[in-house]
């Protein structure tokens, strides 16, 4: 594994210009920042939200990704003269020119983010980043930030869902890139699943870029492209401590083979050659990392090569990985080559053979996974490729990014669907804590209200609860969200994708297990405080009682 | 819209680098390319194949789509002493240094690849694309050219599903960046929705670079931005043909209202006057580009302040285009709107509003699509995001890259599970048309035969079908795929997104009606020729008689 260089930062950072220019947004963004900028109120001060109304899979809760590239994104936030011309062909002709003057010049030096940071357990509904800025250039930033955001944040929680499964011991490999949406559809999965909990990838981009520990060794292809032993080659190798002579390995394997047979009572004459070969070639060129895919032909005939390349390896010195199983019933499979591999080490005294591994990999999704922790099973690495980049349970997140305020003044959209109404005015964020340190209770409560304190009772309004306040107090008090963009600047470090990572670990870890429960978890509160309930009442009330609605002509 | 320009392909070329860098690959690759250079194999004559083994989303057929990035993946595939640095710290310590010279000296002038031309019909089990080359590279490109096809492919299938739902004259509109897999996932399925049948895609990137019609207006939150119409500026517009005066628009549209109101017994004090203010302020911007979304408040409330602001419009010689509805009962809704906008067209004597359109956005997908058709409505445009990019029925095709031929041997994986056996050798494939011009049977047959003639009898074996043979006559035969990059150049030309949506629609023109049915196609046949037939049983056979076995030591 190595770490990204400033070299590889660079490109990142390149990378995201190339990758989200400011062009890959909706076009009613900018027919909208023009129809500001024509009535004169681009520069007025806007506030939008970012959140999502539905914890993702069904589950309790959802992780938070995404911010380290939005950052980068607003940092570079900027139109080419390219861009602008070819804006001007794509909006009606009747717009005045000045307005493409004004995008060439605009950037994000009046813009503040404050938002969750990247790697924190989060809920439905609770607002996870503010985006303060000009009425215009906020408005323009919808697009890219929700689709930045959003997969990053689904992925990043699908991934966290198979660790869970999985349980704590058994490495995860991610190995989605091929069914991803495209290069940097498989790009993002790789990075955010590692950030939600998975050990590897075998995308080597994404260890280049964001130093995520790679593994892979061979395809089913590789073993079928042999066929006979004579392709072997070199057919020699030199013992790793001892005597400086090749060794014929061909000979040395062919001699384990004999002897392993006998052992499991099997036909040398039903090996297959090529399996055999393929085995050996890989051995000869990673004498240190063999580790083949055993199911090419049978399990039967992969696992007697391999046992013989395997010992003929241990015997000069060497030690070998382990093996891989890529079709039929895992589970099963793992206990029948691990009880070989128990019988040779036991039979021909090899230590090496106790701590070979067994990697599954074949189709996996969330419940496969999770029956992992039911049956019995020597599975030691799993690797999951389509279910979990694709998210299969659910392929979207769903984040909306919500105008809160103008000028000031809250903003509210008032929907004939309850579901579709926002929550009016800048607000804090407080996550409640109980005595066992369990956050228990997000607080939505205004900006300029005092927070809560430790230990002192507050009422509050929890949300899709019928109007009725509750009572909570709290052990401790958290204030959810930071300002991580100020005017332009970042001013909250870039965390790398294994910092991150271990935030999301020790977050999940303060998470209550009631809220973790892949089935049916326990939901968990999100509350508006009284002060923000009131505003939220008085302008339904208002709207209502027409104080917005147009009196006569 | 604007045609992309030489300096936006330019774009496109560095843009494919960016983003398919070779690094952007599984890691085994490598270690198998190193292991074949090690034995000194890496330079052998290679044939893999790309296919998928079932149509997707239950279907009849599929698209075949991502040649072109293909093409452009291969024309640049090179390593820089960057990638090369880094494979040096991910392989082992033990690897050969002269390995990492010889990738630094790679590139495709040794590949051939012979394909489907892109947007073409295709079934499952069908080999779509034959790469030929040395061994090791061709055996690198493996995870790049599924990532390339994969999703482009199965979004321009499911485009085209949506295209079939919606019937031919409905407008059709992507939205999707924003649920996609990250930046270049949205910009992937744009480009390939389109191709696939979509007519216009709000993401302006995709214009930019793709040249695909761009489309958007306004969201709820510019509604909202508004509360009263001193917010309006200016106020006056300029009458089209007439009277160079500027008008005060908002007296104007307040007498429609109250004439608008009486017509429809509506009380003006029920009217939103943000949502009035918004209207009039996008309006007096694009006074010959009207189309507000009308649903932020209420459609009644919504309806009555487009017809008073559209009427304006229409009085100063203006053209309003249409409204948009985004949540409710589009279908119900869209009547209620037309059956209004006729009222007022008829009592009012304006033309205009009988032209004017109807776009709906509402979570749409292929089934709530398929309704648009059962049901009355008045939708002329149809804008659909989350379900069309995430491909919610199947997020992924599973598109497989299998080796089939060494050194001029035909190579077969022969799995323990049929579906995953490979068929062995190179390849020609033929589709045979019948006497109607549709397609009836693709001939998989090995590269030496001779092609089958129209008129004349041939026997073969359909797939799936317990080896019977069938004997049909084609009334007419078109060879299926064609060289596109020969030894490290592109022998075809790039087609634009435009050309190649073209030829998805004369491609699905031909294709049987009962083929196409959304729900229980009637499946197509894939037959094999009698001698690869032959092949496939002989080499199964060798397998169960153990030619490729290894007899004692």
Chains 1, 2 share one sequence.
Not at 147 to 160: G, P
Not at 239 to 251: C, E, K, M, T
Not at 439 to 451: G, M, R, T
Not at 485 to 501: D, M
Request: net charge neutral.
């Amino acid at each position: 594994m190595a770490a990204p260089t400033s070299t590889t930062r660079g490109a990142m950072e390149r990378s995201i210009r190339e990758r989200v220019p400011p062009l890959l947004t909706d076009l009613y963004q900018f027919t909208m920042a023009y129809a500001y900028w024509r009535a004169g109120r681009h520069q007025e001060p806007a506030v939008f939200e970012l959140f999502f109304r539905d914890n993702p899979f069904g589950g309790g809760f959802s992780l938070f990704a995404g911010l380290h590239d939005c950052l980068l994104f607003l940092r570079s936030f900027r139109f080419t003269d390219e861009d602008v011309e070819f804006l001007r062909s794509v909006l009606p002709p009747a717009t005045d020119p000045a307005f493409f003057k004004f995008l060439r010049e605009l950037d994000c030096s009046g813009v503040t983010l404050r938002s969750v940071p990247e790697g924190t357990v989060v809920f439905a509904r609770v607002p996870l980043m503010e985006v303060t800025g000009p009425l215009a250039v906020v408005q323009l930033l919808e697009t890219s930030l929700l689709c930045l955001v959003n997969y990053a944040s689904l992925v990043c929680s699908n991934a966290a869902r198979f660790r869970l499964a999985a349980g704590p011991k058994r490495k995860l490999l991610e190995m989605g890139l091929r069914r991803a949406q495209g290069p940097d559809g498989g790009l993002t999965a790789s990075r955010y699943t590692y950030i939600g909990g998975f050990d590897l990838t075998s995308n080597v981009q994404a260890g280049f870029l964001f130093g995520i520990p790679v593994a892979g060794t061979m395809a089913h292809s590789y073993v079928t492209s042999f066929t006979s032993l004579e392709e072997v080659w070199p057919q020699t190798l030199v013992a790793l401590n001892g005597d400086p002579d090749p060794v014929d390995i061909i000979s040395l394997t062919k001699g384990w083979l004999s002897r392993v047979c006998e052992l499991l009572e099997a036909q040398p004459g039903k090996i297959h050659e090529g399996e055999l070969a393929a085995f050996l070639s890989y051995a000869i060129a990673y004498p240190q990392n063999f580790l083949p895919v055993i199911d090419s032909y049978s399990v039967k005939c992969g696992l007697l090569n391999f046992c013989s390349v395997a010992l003929a390896l241990c015997e000069l010195g060497f030690r070998p990985v382990g093996v891989r199983l890529d079709s039929g019933d895992l589970c099963r499979q793992s206990v029948d080559v691990h009880r070989v591999l128990r019988l040779c080490s036991e039979r021909f005294s090899v230590a090496a053979f106790d701590s070979l591994i067994i990697v599954g990999t074949n189709n996996i999704s969330e419940e496969s996974m999770a029956e992992l922790n039911k049956k019995e099973n020597e599975i030691n690495v799993v690797g999951v490729g389509t279910h979990l980049v694709t998210c299969t349970k659910q392929p979207s997140l769903g984040c909306v990014y919500k105008l809160v305020e103008v000028r000031g003044t809250p903003r509210m959209k008032i929907s004939e669907d309850p579901q579709k109404s926002t929550v009016p005015g800048r607000k804090a964020v407080y996550r409640l804590i109980d005595s066992e340190g369990h956050p228990f209770l997000d607080l939505v409560s205004l900006a300029h209200e005092s927070p809560p304190e430790a230990g002192v009772p507050l009422s509050c309004f929890p949300l899709g609860c019928n109007n009725s306040p509750v009572s909570v107090t709290p052990a401790q008090v958290s204030c959810l969200r930071q300002e991580v963009f100020i005017k332009g600047q970042v001013t909250h470090p870039l965390c790398s994708a294994a910092e991150t990572r271990a935030k999301v670990q020790s977050s999940l870890q303060t998470l209550h297990p009631r809220h973790k429960r892949l089935q049916e978890p326990d939901s968990y509160t999100v509350a508006l405080s009284e002060e923000l309930h009131s505003l939220v009442t008085e302008i339904r009330k208002g709207s209502s009682n027409n104080s917005n609605f147009l009196l006569a002509n």
